[in-house]
């Protein structure tokens, strides 16, 4: 079993900042990628941004140069900090990591966190 526990999220205004963390626990041998998604209210799930073991990152369009993902490791966590947010980014955000176990590989998702942006 695997678990990931999202925290961070919360209610901020138009051009504030939010560090979203995710962690991982359970039956871990190592994390491949690592990744945050959103969903906001009527649309599909997103890639917002995702970085593999060795730390190359990988963002969608529309946050680029106001996101940045990072890990660590040996805390098996990944953050995502989110700065001059727009009521746009308004979504649940979703940690998802690739995680191989003893036995099996499996694709891990955490509960999600709610970000609001007010204008």
């Known amino acids: 079993q695997v678990q990931l526990v999202e925290s961070g999220g919360g209610l901020v205004q138009a051009g504030g900042s939010l560090r979203l963390s995710c962690a991982a626990s359970?039956?871990?041998?190592?994390?491949?990628?690592m990744g945050w998604y959103r969903q906001a209210p009527g649309k599909q799930r997103e890639l917002v941004a995702a970085?593999?073991?060795?730390?190359?990152?990988n963002y969608a369009d529309s946050v680029k140069g106001r996101f940045t993902i990072s890990r660590d490791n040996a805390k098996n966590t990944v953050y995502l900090q989110m700065n001059s947010l727009k009521p746009e980014d308004t979504a649940v955000y979703y940690c998802?990591?690739?995680?191989?176990?003893?036995?099996?590989?499996?694709?891990?998702w955490g509960q999600g966190t709610l970000v609001t942006v007010s204008s």
């Open positions: 359970g039956s871990i041998f190592s994390i491949n990628a």
């Open positions: 970085i593999t073991s060795g730390g190359s990152t």
């Open positions: 998802n990591a690739e995680v191989t176990g003893a036995f099996n590989a499996l694709d891990a």
